[in-house]
């Protein structure tokens, strides 16, 4: 049995208590290198003006990004899932330091593209071993830890629009350097975190557990693989519908609503406040209600808001939006606890191909969407997009909790 199997199960058991003074750092920490991240679509409005790029060239910039975040996570995941990397956190935060850096001076299209893949590596690093740290700081309470860890996440994501108009507006590209300040804040504070987590491995339980009843048979190995590419399908509808909102339809309000860049941001904001908030309240929710219930309610919920959007007046949408923001990311963290349960032991794994894929569907949803809005239209995308949480009905073919328990029993 490897290092970090012998921790993941009986290590949280072993205490039976939740690390809170650790989740809450780790949250904030996450807060942090998302808030790093978000400076990049904070920039689309900048950028396109000043440089003069089209929807498609800003959807390959978030492409760049999120598609290396989505890649390499899923992999780096599953080597320390081998082998435990503490200080990976506060090294992954250096790229994300050296990303910024470059994005606030880079002259060209091209050396934009190369920012923001130094920022997407850095994410990759981060995100798997975060989320094992909250993991192991869970206790009992794995659906609350990870909604602690998921919220830092999501709020930091929420502060591109704000960002935008209050930095970026006022000091244009040039004012993204004010961020290296934060990313140095954040591994600082992610070196606290590594000394921790150093620690804990000392705590490895010497007796390993019984290999009994742990290889699958056949058909429970078909019926694994069909429930994560159900999850994989679901977290896909999800972050199409979010990379629409969150990188266009700034955009689409400011051409309907004749609203300026600030008005748009502050619009945006408020949905991806309104999220975050979501995703912290998904965690206890479906600790007490089930992962599967929170899951489904969270996108077919959100659809018929997400669909009349568009075709409200400004003051109904924005409380639609809010809604929609608030109901859609209840599943955010329960998405990536349901995976680590249907594939007990490969925390980092899971954690990686979720939280990645979302970046990697993200990634491809920017780009298609971009070039869709540039083919039909801005305004037709934006009504199409409404559309994809009615995916969430199939959330019904996925393996309720119980049969979870019964399959890792």
């Excluded at 921790?7 to 989740?23: D, E």
């Excluded at 002259?107 to 740290?133: D, N, T, W």
């Excluded at 350097?177 to 000394?195: C, H, S």
């Excluded at 894929?357 to 920017?366: K, V």
Aim: glycine share 10%; with cysteine.
């Amino acid at each position: 049995m490897n290092q970090v199997a012998k921790i993941q199960q009986p290590l949280a058991s072993k205490t039976g208590s939740t690390a809170y003074r650790i989740l809450l750092i780790m949250g904030f920490c996450h807060l942090l290198n998302d808030s790093l991240q978000s400076v990049v679509p904070a920039m689309f409005p900048i950028l396109e003006k000043s440089m003069h790029l089209s929807y498609t060239q800003l959807g390959m910039i978030a492409f760049s990004l999120n598609i290396v975040a989505s890649i390499l996570q899923p992999i780096f995941g599953s080597i320390t899932d081998r082998k435990p990397f503490p200080f990976a956190l506060p090294i992954g935060l250096t790229f994300t330091l050296f990303g910024i850096f470059g994005l606030a001076f880079a002259p060209r299209f091209e050396l934009i593209l190369l920012s923001v893949i130094f920022i997407g590596l850095g994410s990759a690093v981060f995100h798997p071993e975060g989320s094992r740290v909250a993991y192991l700081g869970a206790g009992s309470r794995r659906g609350l830890a990870q909604s602690i860890y998921q919220v830092g996440g999501n709020t930091g994501q929420a502060l591109a629009p704000l960002i935008t108009a209050l930095i970026l507006v006022p000091l244009g590209q040039k004012g993204a350097a004010w961020f290296t300040i934060v990313a140095a804040a954040a591994v600082a504070l992610l070196f606290y975190i590594a000394n921790w987590y150093s620690n804990r491995l000392q705590l490895l339980p010497v007796k390993k557990k019984e290999n009994k009843g742990a290889k699958p048979t056949k058909a429970l190995s078909k019926s694994i693989y069909f429930a994560l590419i159900l999850i994989l399908f679901l977290i896909f509808a999800r972050s199409w519908y979010i990379s629409g909102i969150t990188n266009y339809y700034a955009f689409y309000v400011i051409d309907k609503y004749s609203l300026s860049i600030k008005a748009s941001q502050i619009l945006l904001f408020a949905f991806l406040v309104s999220g975050a908030v979501g995703t912290f309240f998904g965690g206890p929710l479906a600790d007490r209600f089930g992962r599967k219930n929170i899951i489904f309610l969270s996108l077919i919920g959100a659809a018929p808001f997400s669909i009349l959007i568009p075709f409200m007046p400004l003051s109904i949408a924005i409380i639609m939006l809010v809604v929609t923001g608030f109901i859609l990311m209840l599943s955010f963290s329960v998405t990536v606890v349901y995976a680590q349960e249907l594939v007990p032991g490969k925390i980092g794994t899971m954690a990686g191909l979720t939280v990645g894929l979302a970046f990697g569907m993200g990634a491809i949803g920017s780009v298609g969407l971009g070039s869709l809005a540039d083919t039909i239209g801005l305004t037709k995308t934006i009504i199409m997009t409404g559309f994809l949480p009615l995916l969430g009905l199939t959330t019904m073919f996925l393996p309720s909790d119980q049969k979870l328990k019964e399959w890792n029993s």
